[in-house]
């Protein structure tokens, strides 16, 4: 995945006629870092990649594809791909692969530190959610309602019902979901 997206950044930059120093003017990054991310030597945080991105006139999610189809039963941890990110705060993996006719949508989320309660608004949709916390306290917005979830915490919803969740801690958050209709087939 790493030699993919370096490969992009080389071949954007390259298309708009910039050098490795004027990318890293534009980004604050140093040379030697957008070269080995480019040659995939090196890991590309989303921070620094969405700042790339940036200055190459591209969204975050140029960077990645959507899952591929998944025809078995079973998806072996190393076939999960990150499928979208919003807003440099979440990166969902799907742990179903792109199969199209299921009705059940089950996601790793990651949610980035350091959001502010201005970021979180809840909203509403049709279906239903299911949200287990793995890892972090995660807060939870249910109608006019606030929780603190912690490891272990989960919570089943009509999707109906305004909510949404946030980071407003240091560290990572991740959680299990499971939601209808299918995510993929919303965005």
Same mark, same amino acid.
């Not at 980004?27 to 030697?32: E, F, I, R, W």
């Not at 309602?145 to 019902?161: F, Q, R, V, W």
């Given at each position: ?18 050098t490795l120093k ?29 700042? /790339? ?31 979208? /990110? ?19 949508d089950p996601m790793?989320?990651? /949610? ?70 299918r995510f993929l087939?919303?965005?």
């Amino acid at each position: 995945m790493e030699r993919d997206i370096g490969r992009a950044i080389r071949e954007l930059r390259n298309q708009r006629g910039m050098t490795l120093k004027e990318l890293s003017a534009k980004t604050g990054l140093s040379v030697g870092y957008l070269s080995e991310a480019e040659r995939g030597i090196t890991s590309t945080g989303i921070i620094p990649l969405k700042t /790339i991105g940036e200055a190459l006139g591209v969204e975050l999610t140029y960077f990645f594809a959507p899952p591929q189809a998944h025809e078995s039963e079973i998806l072996r941890s190393y076939e999960q791909e990150l499928f979208r /990110i919003d807003e440099a705060k979440y990166i969902y993996y799907s742990l179903a692969g792109n199969v199209r006719d299921r009705q059940l949508d089950p996601m790793l989320v990651v /949610i980035l530190p350091g959001q502010t309660r201005e970021e979180v608004v809840p909203y509403s949709h049709a279906g239903e959610e299911f949200m287990y916390v793995l890892e972090g306290v995660l807060t939870v917005f249910v109608g006019d309602k606030e929780y603190a979830a912690y490891p272990g915490d989960s919570l089943h919803l009509s999707s109906t019902i305004p909510h949404n969740w946030g980071n407003f801690g240091t560290h990572l958050v991740k959680i299990l979901t499971v939601n209808t209709p299918r995510f993929l087939n919303r965005s």
